[in-house]
């Protein structure tokens, strides 16, 4: 019944976003403007800072996931569909689960199309470890959303909701960035550091589970009024 | 209770007062070969180190009374954690001052990103967040605000913990004194001191907030005849 409920929500997601394509074109762009303005800013005389890389690509998820965080909870709003949500006879948690899992497809597509960019744009070997990069890219990105989608739920009928977002949510998910950039640097060094990614791995994965299960935990209490 | 403020207010000036002596009494540091400047800026240490132990004394209680509130629905739990925060936020001003005083004269550098301080920065944006979703989040601002302490607070040791594992990779000197036997009684009686003006602050702002909200019932009450 839960996943049921989970997959009907993701349904729903996926079906309004295949129509307009309007928060995946969007969100793509927005990521790949970020990458260039990044890009202008730390690369000195046409060669990279060390590791540039690696934090340009975790900056420019942050930053579209915070935009499509925001733009798919507008929709929600402008529609009143999440009151119609929390209307149904459905766990409350399922829900969550549900909108969770639409918001990591969306951001995992934008990485689809980010990361041959960066291995373009800045010669980084993207293919050395393909593996280990998509476990660091999976995991970090369920890290981002988990906290992301429960913030921006609760923020919907806030004040200041669009500025609200950042705020809160940047400070607790710096340990998804320092760890995603730190494993894939790690990943991008000449002779690539496995046993590091793979540390950095571990911690996004345990990140990943303390904060599933407190957003599983708090969506209840906050969503009712 | 009407008696015990005066009384204890009147004792925090006194302590407060004689702190300084105590302070300047306390034996200087040894450190071979180091200017006076430095034996004498370490001092700054028995002020700095009581604020960052109330500090995180006021943001567990912050954490505890949020996650009360959200799970338990006590109005009372939120009055104690909005007064908590606030008191996050100004020690931890003093210590975020302090601390970078005394760095400057004794490691040459105004800051360091190491795991403490980061974290320290880090748990005190959480708490100014904290602050600004409740000015500004408007109805229902105190839910969220809770959510935040809550996340918050779990937060902190995945910052430590990626911070430390960070910087172990390049490494960097720090200077941490041992305590001397002589200074025990200068520290210790900072450390009550500053206990005492936090317990005051956070009993007096409490009652401010719960007299606030009473107000804001009894105007909610008001505008429905």
């Not at chain 2, 207010?9 to 006194?14: F, Q, T």
């Not at chain 2, 040791?157 to 172990?168: L, M």
């Not at chain 2, 036997?181 to 956070?202: D, E, N, Q």
Request: charged share 15%; aromatic share 12%; proline share 6%.
């Amino acid at each position: 019944m839960f996943l049921r409920v989970a997959w009907l929500v993701v349904r729903k997601d996926l079906t309004v976003e295949v129509r307009s394509r309007e928060i995946l074109y969007t969100t793509v762009f927005f990521a790949v403007a970020c990458v260039l303005v990044f890009a202008f800013a730390l690369v000195k005389e046409g060669r990279p800072l060390e590791d540039a890389a690696a934090g340009i690509m975790w900056i420019s998820v942050a930053f579209a996931g915070t935009l499509a965080l925001g733009r798919t909870f507008e929709r929600e709003r402008h529609a009143e569909t999440l009151r119609a949500l929390m209307l149904a006879p459905a766990s409350r948690p399922a829900i969550y689960v549900g909108k969770l899992l639409g918001i990591v497809l969306l951001l995992l597509i934008v990485e689809a199309i980010l990361v041959p960019l960066i291995g373009l744009l800045f010669n980084a070997p993207i293919g050395s470890r393909p593996l280990s990069l998509m476990g660091l890219l999976v995991t970090g990105t369920i890290g981002f959303s988990a906290v992301g989608t429960l913030f921006a739920a609760m923020l919907v009928r806030a004040r200041s909701r669009d500025v609200m977002l950042p705020i809160l949510l940047y400070p607790i998910t710096i340990p998804v960035i320092i760890a995603g950039v730190r494993g894939t640097a790690a990943l991008f060094e000449p002779v690539p550091a496995d046993d590091l990614a793979q540390m950095w791995m571990a911690l996004l994965a345990f990140f990943d589970i303390v904060f599933v299960t407190l957003a599983l935990w708090t969506f209840e209490p906050l969503m009712t009024e | 209770m009407n008696r015990v403020y005066p009384v204890g207010v009147v004792l925090a000036v006194l302590m407060f007062a004689a702190a300084p002596y105590l302070v300047m009494a306390a034996p200087d540091m040894q450190v071979q070969g180091a200017t006076p400047g430095v034996l004498l800026s370490y001092k700054i240490f028995f002020y700095h180190v009581p604020s960052a132990m109330v500090m995180f004394l006021a943001a567990f209680i912050c954490g505890i009374a949020s996650a009360i509130y959200l799970f338990r629905a006590r109005p009372g739990a939120d009055h104690i954690a909005a007064a908590a925060a606030e008191l996050v936020v100004l020690f931890g001003l003093i210590v975020l001052v302090t601390g970078p005083l005394w760095a400057r004269k004794a490691w040459g550098v105004w800051w360091q990103w190491d795991a403490r301080l980061t974290s320290t920065l880090l748990m005190w944006m959480i708490f100014v967040a904290y602050l600004l979703v409740r000015r500004f989040g408007g109805p229902g601002a105190e839910k969220l605000s809770a959510a935040m302490a809550v996340f918050g607070t779990a937060n902190v040791p995945f910052v430590y913990v990626s911070v430390n594992i960070w910087r172990t990779l390049h490494p960097a000197t720090s200077v941490v004194p041992t305590l001397d036997p002589g200074m025990r009684p200068a520290f210790w009686f900072c450390v009550v001191s500053f206990m005492l003006l936090f317990g005051l602050l956070l009993a007096l702002r409490t009652r401010l907030e719960q007299r606030r909200a009473h107000v804001e019932q009894l105007y909610l009450l008001a505008d429905e005849d």
